[in-house]
């Protein structure tokens, strides 16, 4: 694989920018005689590189010194904070640390984890939320194996200012808390923190369960008989892979069903894509423990469902100001030690379901379903800073409370879960048809209003040299789908 090296992130500025194709600007890091100078939009490789280099990385260039005028600028470089395929594994940005600066030590020092100012400022969504939209009216339901314990998501909630509606937890008085949970009630309770209802529905799923899910999809459903109102979303972060699936079983044709009936009620069922790449088999198994098995080309079920919107998984470089300096998919095994992980946002074609409507075909693909339909930020390389107890399955071993830095689709999910239930809300007070089931509507959005989304072109997620799929590239794409949805942008398209 071709790099730009070294001292071409040396070369003077007009060099670069007559090279990569873009204009650089200088942002402030709070750092006395300090700036960081970054490309204001992608790169992009001329005629003589374009198809002879694979990755632009290290367009992050530290500004040690500088005047007023442009000559006297002294640059080098930044190697701590180094872009990879649009990534950087740890922090970037300014992070409001809210109550973790003093109550958590060591948390300030840490060049882990993205905080909730800077993650809804890179998605649009805190201009939403200035605006007043916070989920008001609107009622998102978690599906999960396991419970968070509540004081988790009430101390995140008074740490980071989101005050708002309780989480109800459903059935999860004998099952241990996991991880996961807290991740799903945390990320919807940043973005929309003022829900009308946010529920988690739990249950034991097994390894490959597709009845114990069919089972958990059908709770918030089969509440309704006793008063509680249906969700406007549903977040989902279970998934299988889908070679091991059997196409014709009663559980996968009835889980279908389900869904379809859902998407018909107007809910829109957001899941996870998976966080293996293209090789969703190899989710979980030990490195030493691999086989050409796991290692196949694979996408992740139900994500493959015609009935749901599937959410795949981004990396992030921010500036200073928590913009988005670049993104590309997410996928860990470009990283240099110790973070190269076996880790990618899901994607690929299903091998049982057929490519819906709304879907329009590719060149690689015009038979089967493809995922993921959109994807948002998921690198558990920083991370998202969540609250987690001790006792909590996949926490730390601290006692008492502590910030923990967890990333994966399941966070990209109620991200985006979140973000379509501010859409809701905006088309409620203004009089416009409920979104209902949402990814027809995405895709026409998509097509007409490009711009609503941040095209990922950069990257790929296989994570084995074996598996060809599947690279990012202009426009829909099996790495990153759509790309990310900017909630600010998008909610003025939603009504045509």
Same mark, same amino acid.
């Given at each position: ?75 080098? @470089? ?20 809210? &109550? ?22 890179? &998605? ?22 396991? @419970? ?76 309704? %008989? ?11 972060? #279970? ?8 196409? #014709?079983?009663?559980?996968? *044709? ?26 969703? &088999?190899?989710?979980?198994?030990? *490195? ?25 998984? *981004?990396?992030? %470089? ?20 110790? #973070? ?47 609250? &987690? ?50 990814? @027809? ?34 426009? #829909? ?20």
């Amino acid at each position: 694989m071709s790099r730009i090296s070294a001292s071409a992130r040396r070369s003077a500025s007009g060099t670069r920018k007559k090279l990569f194709g873009t204009k650089w600007d200088l942002y402030a890091t709070g750092e006395q005689n300090e700036s960081v100078a970054l490309p204001v939009s992608t790169p992009k490789l001329g005629s003589g590189l374009n198809g002879n280099v694979d990755t632009v990385s290290g367009l992050r260039l530290n500004v040690t010194s500088h005047a007023s005028t442009a000559t006297s600028v002294t640059v080098a @470089p930044r190697a701590r904070a180094e872009a990879f395929d649009g990534g950087t594994p740890t922090r970037t940005g300014i992070p409001d640390l809210g &109550c973790a600066a003093t109550s958590y030590p060591g948390t300030a020092s840490s060049t882990a984890g993205l905080f909730p100012n800077q993650i809804l400022g890179a &998605c649009g969504i805190a201009t939403l939320q200035a605006q007043g939209y916070e989920g008001q009216g609107q009622r998102i339901a978690i599906l999960g194996e396991g @419970p968070t314990p509540a004081d988790d998501v009430t101390a995140y909630r008074n740490c980071f200012g989101f005050q708002g509606t309780s989480l109800t937890v459903h059935n999860g008085s004998n099952l241990s808390p996991i991880l996961e949970s807290s991740l799903d009630a945390m990320t919807i309770a940043m973005v929309a923190p003022k829900l009308s209802r946010l529920d988690l529905w739990v249950k034991a799923l097994g390894e490959n369960d597709p009845q114990g899910a069919l089972e958990l999809l059908a709770e918030p459903l089969e509440a309704t %008989t006793n008063g509680t109102p249906l969700p406007n979303v549903i977040s989902i972060s #279970y998934g299988i892979c889908e070679a091991e699936m059997k196409q #014709y079983t009663a559980a996968r *044709t009835l889980f279908n069903r389900q869904l379809a009936a859902t998407a018909a009620l107007g809910i829109s069922v957001v899941v996870a894509a998976g966080d293996s790449g293209s090789s969703s &088999c190899a989710h979980g198994v030990p *490195t030493s423990q691999l086989t050409s098995f796991d290692e196949q080309r694979s996408a992740s079920w139900p994500a493959t469902s015609p009935y749901v919107l599937a959410a795949g998984g *981004t990396n992030l %470089t921010l500036t200073p100001s928590n913009t988005i300096a670049s993104s590309g998919v997410w996928n860990d095994t470009t990283y240099p030690s110790p #973070y190269e992980l076996a880790a990618a946002g899901g994607g690929g074609d299903s091998s049982i379901e057929d490519r819906p409507w709304w879907q329009p075909p590719t060149s690689e693909q015009s038979t089967y379903r493809m995922i993921p339909d959109v994807a948002a930020f998921a690198d558990a390389s920083p991370g998202y800073a969540i609250i &987690c107890s001790h006792g909590v399955q996949g926490c730390g071993a601290a006692p008492g409370q502590s910030i923990e830095f967890v990333g994966g689709t399941s966070a990209a999910t109620p991200l985006v879960a979140g973000m379509i239930a501010l859409w809701d809300q905006k088309a409620a007070q203004s009089g416009w048809p409920r979104l209902g089931f949402v990814p @027809p509507l995405l895709f026409s959005i998509a097509r007409n209003d490009p711009g609503s989304f941040l095209d990922i072109t950069t990257g790929g997620n296989s994570v084995f040299s074996s598996v060809s799929c599947c690279k990012a590239s202009a426009g #829909y794409d099996m790495a990153s789908g759509l790309g990310s949805p900017l909630a600010d942008v998008l909610i003025g398209h939603l009504h045509h």
